[in-house]
């Protein structure tokens, strides 16, 4: 098998897909600004993309009748699971809070209802308005209504019962790594802080409340597992994790020391 990244402009996203069946490709990633558009052009979604209305990973499936179909699946879900698995005891039914309303946060909001069912989901965003279509989107994955909105001015008051912390906003990515998310003397040693921020792989904010005591989880882990799960999809094997880590660290390091 090989992996290959080809550019597809908007008005081709159709053809390119339906150039994936007609090749016999066994699947493809899709990323920005594609996620969306490729929907329509997909014979099968998993619950996961249906809910958050976008597609990262494409898989090439039979049916019964010998009939080769695309199914559309969002990784970014599993992938952002992943490094929270070991902690899910810990974390199941308590209070959590995520910086930022964006694209990546469907997936971060996705996966805590249906898998951790947050007691409290707090939404830190500058626009409460313009989270309200995400919010509705989300209703019927939040029976128990923990999904609310909260203000950066207000976040305090939720901060210090939030089990996890997640960034979902670009603060402290680079190159603006002295950016901190946000500064508090109210971060603990409970606490599990999650930055979906994988450049750098150690940001501002996760240094701070690592120096509280808490756990700090990179953007990192995030990447490779949505990859991992797009993978493991095509091939029906595992990824080989700890190579591809150590293949990214490698190349961030070759990158920050060339002049
Ligand atoms: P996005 O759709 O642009 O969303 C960014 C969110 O951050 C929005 O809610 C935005 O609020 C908020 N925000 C932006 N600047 C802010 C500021 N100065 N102060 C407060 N809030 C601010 O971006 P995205 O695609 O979700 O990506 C978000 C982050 O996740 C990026 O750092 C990206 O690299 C990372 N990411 C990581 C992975 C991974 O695999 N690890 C995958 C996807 C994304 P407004 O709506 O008010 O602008």
Not at 230 to 241: D, G, K
Request: net charge neutral; hydrophobic share 45%.
């Amino acid at each position: 098998m090989v992996y290959v990244a080809t550019a597809v402009a908007t008005k081709s996203v159709g053809a390119a897909v339906e150039g994936l069946k007609a090749l016999g490709f066994v699947g493809a990633n899709v990323t920005i600004p594609h996620k969306e558009a490729v929907l329509p052009f997909l014979d099968r979604l998993s619950d996961a993309a249906q809910a958050i209305g976008a597609v990262n990973t494409i898989v090439r499936k039979e049916t019964a009748s010998g009939e080769a179909i695309l199914w559309g699946d969002n990784t970014d879900v599993t992938g952002f699971l992943a490094p929270l698995m070991p902690f899910k005891s810990q974390l199941t039914g308590k209070p959590m809070l995520i910086f930022g309303a964006g694209g990546a946060i469907r997936a971060v909001v996705y996966g805590l209802l249906t898998m951790l069912k947050p007691s409290r989901l707090s939404l830190v965003v500058r626009n409460p308005e313009k989270a309200a279509p995400f919010m509705q989107d989300m209703a019927i994955y939040d029976p128990t209504k923990a999904l609310h909105v909260t203000t950066w001015q207000e976040l305090e008051t939720h901060l210090p019962d939030a089990a996890l912390l997640v960034n979902g906003t670009p603060l402290g990515m680079y190159p603006h790594i002295d950016q901190n998310v946000w500064e508090s003397k109210a971060y603990h040693p409970h606490q599990i802080a999650y930055d979906l921020i994988y450049n750098p792989m150690e940001t501002s904010w996760l240094k701070h409340v690592k120096a509280a005591g808490g756990l700090a989880i990179s953007g990192l882990e995030m990447f490779i597992g949505q990859a991992a799960a797009a993978y493991r999809q095509w091939t029906n094997q595992e990824m080989p994790l700890d190579l591809v880590r150590q293949t990214l660290l490698d190349w961030r390091m070759k990158q920050e020391a060339a002049p």
